[in-house]
């Protein structure tokens, strides 16, 4: 421990993220990437931002605020962006969190508690039920601000809108952020709620549906203050996050609409493949509306099969925390991939 | 105000970055971006990485670490990425200062106030001499940690080496940063010192000498404790914080030696032809070490000639604030750009 540290270092317990091995090929199923890469659009895109990457970007990011308004028809100052969705969620627990007490589930995205160690936010872990959907009635008795992440990580589990609107609609004191990181994926979206809810805020990210994982850029939509508040919040941290090639990008990303509905149907196709498969192998698996499943083996260990899957050449995610140590989180790849998959899970569970 | 905002947002009072204008073309002088594009080699690096886009990024950038510490001649534990050095100051901020008191130049990068204010840290203003140089003695009397920008924004005054030495050297409990964003245009760099001070922090961009500015990456070197502390801080905020692209052009462009002489040298010397035209004309200069100018008409109100450049299709920059309201801060562009702000200079000064 230095002498020079702040008293935060102490107690933060920095978020680990999935795997990027570096060692030899995987096939990554991991880190809930998009199997299928963005168009070639994005190339013309880059070949713009290229020419003035000796400028600084728009520190506002107009023009990619400006297409995403757009594209979910809401008003231009109702968006933020930022540097990925764990930027945008940490804007958020410093505008909205500080100095206050939340509430989020016990199994959910595993990057709030940690902001909430750096950032000072205390707050309340709210059981999921034992079929692992969130406990409504829990939250609707909470006065507490909210996260929820919808559909849930890492199990997939997902809210009907009409219960989120109830939460928001019974506590409208009550500051809500639901995370949408997983929601191109046969969810529905809560944005058309925020004309009627000045205490919704919705984030998502184009690191799932839209391939851009290597890009870094995430967003948040919501009434004008807290979108004012975000922006106060980031322009007091690092004027400029989102730069002039991952902007021009996400644009035509946004852009590519034919594209994304073709690569977002395929993927929920062959998660539904994979649950038939999985399931064939006595696999319990949690309904899922994201590009991952959540399953477990009735006589397996999940940290053997982990290590077993890994050694023949396939990354899928572990978690060694209560209630959830039995299980793994399947990123749904291509047909291809999963085919592989299913076929060394298979040789694994024959043997021993 | 929200009733959903936090209390730092009542606080705080953003950084207003230069103006990035889209109202019309102008001979931008106002944010010390580098008039030189980088090289082709960077169109390279962006061909690779955009085949890989749908992936994150490696959460280490481990390459360009690499890179940077083979460049520097420092180890590879002592180097940290982000970005930009605006991202990587913030998380200074978190890391070393928060809940502490700090002291910094009451004349320096107006960002410093701005992140004390939103992460929970009391400064001391200590005043720039009448000659606007740092005043060494009583940074040298002060137990504060400190950060110094050398050379200093807006100024230029430049800090020699053995000064950084004895400040380090006599107070060796406490941390120092020395913010390096301008040192590439004729100062020295201290990091040599790095291995026999662990009290010294050294931040430096991309954005100025790199001619990165629209990419966004910065870095900071030191001890491997104090680079342990910034991870742990990055990797509460954000996983993943510089993107595919940026860390392969990065890269590149740190590889692009002869070029980055070339062209800093090309700066200089229009810097020191440029200070020689703003005498003529009846200017007073501090002498600069950056790639920019501070300087004062002894007759003619600054904002005054700020707002008739502007008009005449010249930005520079303008900072209404004690002690410095009667100076601009001019970057320096290419030879050509020079020649037309000293021309409409000169036309404006002979007006009225």
Redesign the interface.
């Known amino acids: 421990m ?8 102490t107690d ?7 795997e ?1 091995p ?1 060692d030899k090929k995987y096939i ?1 199923l991991n ?1 809930n ?6 168009t070639d659009n ?2 013309r895109a ?1 070949e713009e ?11 506002e990011n ?1 023009n990619l605020k400006n297409e995403i308004a757009g594209y979910y028809q809401i008003e231009e100052n109702q968006v933020f962006v930022g ?2 969705s ?2 945008v969620l ?1 804007f958020c627990f ?7 007490k939340i509430a989020f589930a016990d199994i959910t995205y595993s ?1 709030y508690p ?2 909430a ?2 950032l ?1 936010v205390e707050y309340e872990s709210i059981p999921l039920c034992d079929d692992f959907t969130l406990d409504l009635k829990r939250y609707r008795e909470s006065d507490l ?1 909210l996260i929820i992440v919808n559909p849930n990580a890492p199990t997939g589990a997902y809210v009907e809108i009409p219960e989120i609107e109830r939460l928001l609609r019974e506590k409208r ?1 009550r ?1 809500m952020i639901v995370d949408e990181a997983y929601i191109d994926f046969g969810g529905e979206t809560c944005i058309p709620l925020i004309k009627n809810y ?2 919704l805020l919705i984030v998502q990210t184009m ?1 799932k549906s839209r ?6 850029v995430g967003f948040a939509m919501g009434n004008k ?2 979108i ?2 975000l ?3 980031k ?7 989102v ?4 902007e021009k ?1 996400a644009i035509e990303a946004m852009k590519d609409e034919d594209y994304f509905n073709e690569i977002t149907k395929k993927i929920m196709d062959t998660r539904e493949r994979t649950i038939e498969a999985l399931e064939n192998l006595k696999f319990s698996v949690i309904p899922s509306k994201a590009n991952f499943v959540f399953a477990r083996h009735p006589l397996r260990d999940a940290e053997e099969l982990f290590h077993a899957l890994k050694e023949r050449g396939i990354l899928v995610r572990y978690f060694k925390r209560p209630r959830i140590d039995q299980y793994l989180r399947i990123s749904i790849g291509t047909d291809e991939e999963m085919a592989i998959f299913i076929e060394r899970l298979t040789t694994i569970l024959k043997e021993e």
């Open positions: 230095s002498r020079f540290f702040s008293k935060i270092i933060i317990d920095p978020y680990v993220p999935g990027q570096k990554k880190t990437e998009n199997p299928y890469p963005p994005i190339y880059i931002a290229k020419r003035d990457i000796r400028l600084y970007p728009d520190p107009q540097n990925g764990d930027e940490a410093l505008a909205f969190f500080s100095e206050k990057f940690v902001y160690k750096l000072n601000p004191d500051l000045d205490n690191s391939s851009l994982a290597g890009l870094r203050e807290l004012d508040g922006n106060k919040v322009n007091s941290f690092n004027s400029y996050t730069d002039r090639i991952a990008v």
